[in-house]
């Protein structure tokens, strides 16, 4: 008989939690993502601080399922679904499309940053969902300061020592602090013209507290820790203008604001990708303001009972974007098509989320935790925050080589992942090679000595 098809768009936490899920069940999975990789988000901005390398936060998704042998992983990136045929269609990176059949479709692809209406900010100001994202940050962050080095005007060396993020959520709050940390601890004896604890670190968000979804509570203690570590934070203003050279925000009584600053970061807010928008059209599904498609109570969509949208991507009892909602939601779904496959005919539960708790990290020993009514801040929540943080990372060696990072920061503030590439790569400077004479098909050969008279020359012991 041919097995079940589940076709399992994202290798992230959720598409992760799915297949592991169905790993006891008689079905085929396809795993689709548009990297090779399983990132552990939470952590971008640590490879982006230079805290954690890459291969700390992101693992092959092929060594992840290495031993689930009925699931194959493909990197494209999907671009449509074709609801009434049931297969999805999927780009591959040398641009041919594949044609996947399914018979159970778990949608987990996340979601991505979104600039409000305003694209055009994000070649000024990258955000923090990708890889790609967080190397180019680490790029932006350590080359300012070596341009602030080699410049000898003081304007400039201002400007370029001035960093502006946008957003004070988890992910902005953390960056924050580690621009402050790498300012006035990591950097704070390696350079002679400039002094870099004197960096400036401004926050800009529209609501009126930094972690709002903390509680007050933690909201307030978040931000006497920003103030004492010297970040700037302006609550209640819009950013409307964002380029090469800084932003211009407006305020809560209508002024707007020009602030200097070569570096840039946003961390506002998130928008579903378009292929959300395509399965909205092709199923009839309801989007949020986010683009995020709603569900039911098992995930599923209205009248497609089929397909199955979890983790950032689904809208349900506004259940926040965390990583612990994805991997329930993954496990989840996946679990609900292995009880059909395996013929249970019990009444179907809907999911319920159970709420782990929240944790950001702000500095050295210094966090905060909501965990419930449980609230922690400082060493405890640092703490905390640690010990969760190393359950949740794949893989083993990850786990032990991101615990020596962080002892080694904690205890002397050094950061050994601090490289980065050049925005524009340079000419190679040798000259070029001198082409080859190339003979003449009027004249016959090339004129000039032969490169090896020994053997060009005639030799009457020789063949002709």
Known sequence: MTPRRVVILGGGFAGLFAVRALRSAPVAVTLVDRCAHHLFQPLLYQCASGILSEGQIAQPLRAVLRRHDRVRCLEATATDVDV????????????????????????????????????????????????????????????????????????????????????????????????REIAGHTLNREFSGIDPSRARVLLFDASDAVLAPFGPVLSRRAARTLDDLGVEVHLGTIVTHVDDRG???????????????????????????????????????????????????????AGHPEIRVVGDLMSLDKLPGLAEVAMQSGAYAGRRIRHAVEGRTGKTRPFRYVDLGSAAYISRGKAVVRMGRFHASGLIGWLIWLFIHIVFLTGFRSRIGALLSWAVVFATGSRRERAFLSPDPQPDPRPDPQPAAQPDARHGPPSGPPSDPEITRHDPSRPA
């Open 84 to 179: 009434a045929r049931r297969v999805v269609h999927a780009e591959r990176p040398d641009g041919r499309v594949l044609a996947l059949p399914y018979d159970d479709l778990i949608v987990g692809i996340g979601v991505r940053q979104s600039y409000f209406g305003h694209d055009e900010f994000a070649a000024h100001a990258p955000g923090m969902k990708t890889l790609e994202d967080a190397l180019r940050v680490r790029s932006k962050l350590y080359r300012a300061f070596e341009t602030a080095e080699a410049s000898e005007d003081e304007r400039e060396r201002a400007h370029w020592l001035t960093f502006a993020l946008v957003g004070a959520g988890p992910t902005g709050v953390e960056l924050a602090g580690q621009i």
């Open 247 to 301: 932003l211009t925000v407006r305020r809560k009584d209508g002024g707007t604001e020009r602030v200097e600053a070569r570096t840039v970061l946003w961390a506002a807010g998130v928008e579903a990708p378009p292929l959300a928008t395509v399965l909205a059209l092709a199923t009839g599904a309801e989007q949020d303001r986010a683009g995020r498609i709603r569900v039911e109570p098992d995930l599923t969509i």
